[in-house]
């Protein structure tokens, strides 16, 4: 085999690393996706912190409400107390009012009850979100800091593999070096395999034993009929 086949078969090497690095860089997960789902649940607890606030101005409204209802329904009861009024028509108004008051301030004791549920339950639920958005924060936060780790060693690698690749190749001829692109960009990044049986490793397809022969006797250049890869003959480990 000629040293200039080994050469090549160096950058093919070389060129499979560098993909199975690329294409595990391509695979990593960077957080986008979960950052949408955390950008989410931060806008769904800002709306739920909206209308907590809502319901709290509500509660706070009928207290004050209800305390002037009650300071009013009290000034009445008083004046009937007190036995100051003595015209019946008057005395029966301001029964009617003291009634009418005890319903608003009924009503109103109902509805404050109501909210004071909504305010736990919104409360409640709040702390759930909140809590789950924390633990997509830190499950963000080490996807990231996986992504940065692991993308600089990759990318490392990469360029060393690429350094690497361009030494070999300075020792290509620039025909074959063409060529074997060629092949390459058709065959799914295996422009050239090392044959050291009676087999075509990129296709798995029997060569001519007149091919074996001549891989054998050191010729070179010579391709497989069935998938066009280049093929050389080495029965050495790798």
């Not at 924060?137 to 993308?151: M, N, P, S, V």
């Not at 029997?206 to 054998?216: F, G, R």
């Not at 009929?225 to 480990?237: I, V």
Request: hydrophobic letters at 35%.
């Amino acid at each position: 085999m000629s040293e200039t086949m080994k050469d090549l078969y160096k950058v093919q090497r070389n060129d499979t690393e560098i993909a199975r690095r690329e294409a595990a860089l391509a695979g990593l997960d960077n957080g986008d996706e979960l950052a949408e789902e955390v950008a989410a649940a931060e806008a769904e607890l800002s709306r739920l912190g909206g209308e907590h606030r809502g319901t709290d101005k509500e509660y706070v409204d009928a207290e004050l409400e209800l305390k002037a209802l009650e300071e009013k329904k009290e000034r009445f009861e008083g004046q009937l107390n007190a036995g100051t009024v003595r015209n019946l028509r008057q005395i029966q108004d301001l029964e009617g009012e003291v009634k009418m008051l005890s319903r608003e301030v009924g009503k109103l004791e109902e509805r404050m009850l109501e909210l004071m549920e909504s305010l736990e339950a919104q409360n409640a639920e709040s702390e759930a979100r909140e809590a789950e958005l924390e633990a997509k924060r830190a499950q963000l936060e080490g996807i990231r800091t996986k992504y940065d780790k692991t993308g600089s060693r990759l990318r490392s690698e990469i360029a060393e593999l690429q350094g690497e690749r361009k030494q070999h190749a300075s020792h290509v001829e620039s025909t074959l070096l063409k060529r074997y692109e060629q092949i390459r960009a058709r065959q799914g990044n295996l422009g050239l395999v090392k044959v050291s049986g009676s087999t075509c490793p990129g296709c798995r397809i029997a060569l001519p034993s007149e091919t074996v022969k001549a891989l054998q006797g050191g010729r070179a250049n010579l391709t497989c009929e069935n998938c066009g890869r280049l093929l050389f003959w080495d029965e050495s480990e790798d």
